[in-house]
Antibody
């Protein structure tokens, strides 16, 4: 069974850092691009970042560019999101999700994890 | 404000047909980027409903269908059922390879 399990969320003060992780299982991890998508409570979905199979192509949403860093460890079947200089507007449920191919271009997202909640508040 | 525009809500009686529109621009849908649709129930992971404009993943009922024309796309649900009550999102990519979503449409079964 294909499974994505996020971890690392929690309550954090503005300006601090947090690292999210996503453990993948049930598929050949290095055969797929991966993405992070978030949902502010009560709001819609927002794409955050995507990374190609070998990390040579990485793209960020303007809202997080320069503060967030996406990375992957194919040996450990894991995806990460390093979030620095966190703002209150980064409060959201963060989902890990998979693209259909090795590249990030024109991906659809399937499957999705259950998400990990990040709350940025003083 | 979302890059792709969807109606906030759509409703219909059981058995009816409803459609959800998704309007983009020449920088995303109009540039040839495929449109994908997701169903999202509160407290659960979003579920892929339609990919590459018109394709249904295995297991998705054929009551769900997608179409695209120009800078817009649509999701149709025929034979509306109570279990279809959920939020629906369209998604595409822009010319800078950034993912973009619609604001979401809440479907209510009357």
């Amino acid at each position: 069974e294909v499974q994505l399990v996020e971890s690392g969320g929690g309550l954090i003060q503005p300006g601090r850092s947090l690292r999210l992780s996503c453990a993948a299982s049930g598929f050949i991890f290095h055969d797929y691009a991966m993405h992070w998508v978030r949902q502010v409570p009560g709001k819609g979905l927002e794409w955050v970042s995507g990374i190609s199979w070998n990390s040579d192509r990485i793209v960020y949403a303007d809202s997080v560019k320069g503060r967030f860093t996406i990375s992957r460890d194919n040996a450990k079947n894991s995806l990460h999101l390093q979030m620095n200089s966190l703002k209150t507007e980064d409060t959201a449920l963060y989902y890990c999700t998979r693209g259909p191919t090795v590249t990030i271009e024109y991906n659809w997202f399937d499957p999705w994890g259950q998400g990990t909640l990040v709350t940025v508040s003083s | 404000q979302s890059v792709l525009t969807q109606p906030p809500s759509v409703s219909g009686a059981p058995g009816q047909r409803i459609t959800i529109s998704c309007t983009g621009s020449s920088s995303n849908i109009g540039a040839g980027s495929d449109v994908h649709w997701y169903q999202h129930l509160p407290g659960t992971a979003p579920k892929l409903l339609i990919y590459a404009d018109t394709h249904r993943p295995s297991g998705v009922p054929d009551r769900f269908s997608g179409s695209k024309s120009g800078t817009s796309a649509s999701l149709a649900i025929t034979g509306l059922q109570a279990e279809d009550e959920a939020d629906y999102y369209c998604q595409s990519f822009d010319s800078n390879m950034r993912g973009v979503f619609g604001g979401g449409t809440k479907v209510t079964v009357l």
